[in-house]
């Protein structure tokens, strides 16, 4: 796996890429040299956040943390990331049964006695309607919720909207 590191309001040390790297080496042995992990270090005012992705063909992982300490929030990084591959690893393995890009094979087993079922318990279906952003953003606001899926009429493809943690919004926009 290819590990590319940037910094946001930081430029990250040597040290710390070379740390960075020798971290994500631990996940090398689920990755093809094909499969790239992005690290971003950021520098807060309370200190700082790791956010690493692995972008796979179809699945991605994704992890961020915060710590004071910049080694701290790449070690708790990389747990989580594993942690996340531990508990799906039998539904992993099963979407990429064949791809040689990734192996779960060498995944531990998750530690909690129960793996998590994954269950729907609620369906909806509405229409979408055509919209711009900004009346999307409207009527997320107006039924209360984090998130709201509307067909973008300026690109006239389906999108979604939602609320960030720092209490902005983000876009989703598809393609296929």
Not at 14 to 42: A, H, P
């Amino acid at each position: 796996m290819k590990t590319i590191i940037t910094g946001k309001n930081y430029t990250p040390s040597d040290k710390l890429k070379e740390t960075i790297e020798k971290k994500f080496e631990k996940l090398d042995k689920y990755f093809s040299n094909e499969i790239t992990g992005n690290v971003m270090v950021i520098k807060e005012k309370a200190g700082y956040k790791v956010e690493a992705t692995i972008n796979t063909k179809g699945t991605i992982f994704r992890a961020e943390m915060r710590a004071d300490d910049p080694y701290d929030a790449v070690d708790r990084v990389i747990e989580k990331l594993s942690s996340q591959m531990s508990k799906f690893k039998s539904k992993l393995q099963k979407k990429y049964k064949g791809y040689q890009e990734v192996t779960f094979a060498d995944l531990p087993e998750y530690e909690e006695d129960e793996t998590e079922e994954l269950h729907v318990v609620k369906k909806k279906k509405f229409e979408l309607v055509p919209m711009t952003v900004d009346e999307a953003i409207v009527q997320m606001e107006l039924l209360a919720h984090n998130f709201f899926v509307f067909l973008n009429m300026e690109t006239d493809s389906v999108n979604v909207v939602y609320r960030r943690n720092d209490k902005d919004y983000g876009l989703l926009e598809t393609s296929y």
